[in-house]
């Protein structure tokens, strides 16, 4: 995204500043929080921190304002008033595990939410084949008779990719966001996870609030202040949120292994409802509209006053 350096800049400062904040009061126990403070750290020095801060706010300003962005929606570090939309349950074995909270900032349409990042194949020409030796586990996309991460017959029968398809005998994987002018045994109908950074929303969650596969997002990982823009691609569990491609899971710098890879926290997802045109994006397309919408819904500096705490 462009003023990338400025924009990680103003996260790493933001997220300096709630370390220290955190580092010098009572740890809370959650597995979220960053290490315990050993007898080697530096000296806490919120004032500085907070002077550094306010400083990256201001070079992410002036960069976007070079560039012709208009800089009015930024706003300063403590600005932001949120609303809780809802608090998303997440369960194991039907057993609730945590609660995720989905935010608002009141006067905008945009949602946010902090989780983790399990790894995503689907769409991937590649993802799945008869002999599990694809980048995915098969059983990630179902089993017989019930083929729900595969293109299949009337029958039920899954699709085996032919000889000019880019990958003769494994199977087609397919996401719920798709090129529907092509036929559904096209794996190019399909948005690939290898080449596409997009995120996975429960469907329920979704519908409740407003969002489509094809709309917008832009997701940053709070451990190194990586950011990236991201499309709406795929529906996933009702009690799961926190998904995202391989091709997101590299540009956050996150371990991109569908069968291994991912990481249990520190991942913020900001989502644009009603953004797309329900159709799958050009990676360059994916950019521009993700930044134009961050920037509009108020850049960094109020994504950083939004979430912290």
Known sequence: MACTDSA?????????????????APGSGNMSDPPARDTNSPPVDLQNDIGKLQQAEA???????????STSPLRTAGDCS??????????????????VPVWQQS???????????????????NAYNPQNTGIDDLANAGGPGYWEGLAKDREGKPY?????????GYYVSTTALADRTKPFDDPTRYVDATKIPFLVLPGNLARELGARPGDFAAVFNLQNGKSS???????????????GSVALAENLGIRSDA?????????????????????????????????????????IPRLAACTAG
């Open 107 to 125: 006067e905008n349409d945009g949602f946010f939410y902090e989780a983790g990042m399990t790894i995503d194949a689907d769409g991937a020409p």
């Open 59 to 69: 070079e992410l300003s002036d960069c976007l304002s070079s560039r012709g962005a």
């Open 8 to 24: 990680e800049g103003m996260r790493a400062a933001q997220w300096q500043v709630q370390r220290d904040q955190k580092m010098a």
């Open 160 to 168: 085996i990719q032919g000889p000019n398809d880019p990958y003769p």
């Open 259 to 299: 069968r291994n890879g991912g990481t249990r926290g520190r991942i913020l997802y900001l989502v644009f409802p009603g953004s797309g045109n329900g159709r799958p994006r050009l990676l360059e397309e994916i950019q521009a509209e993700a930044e134009k919408l961050l920037r509009a819904w108020g850049g």
């Open 229 to 243: 823009p991201a499309i709406f691609a795929d529906v996933g569990p009702v009690d799961h949120i926190g998904e």
């Open 82 to 99: 949120r609303s809780l939309l809802t608090n998303f349950e997440m369960s194991r074995n039907g057993q609730p595990i945590q609660e």
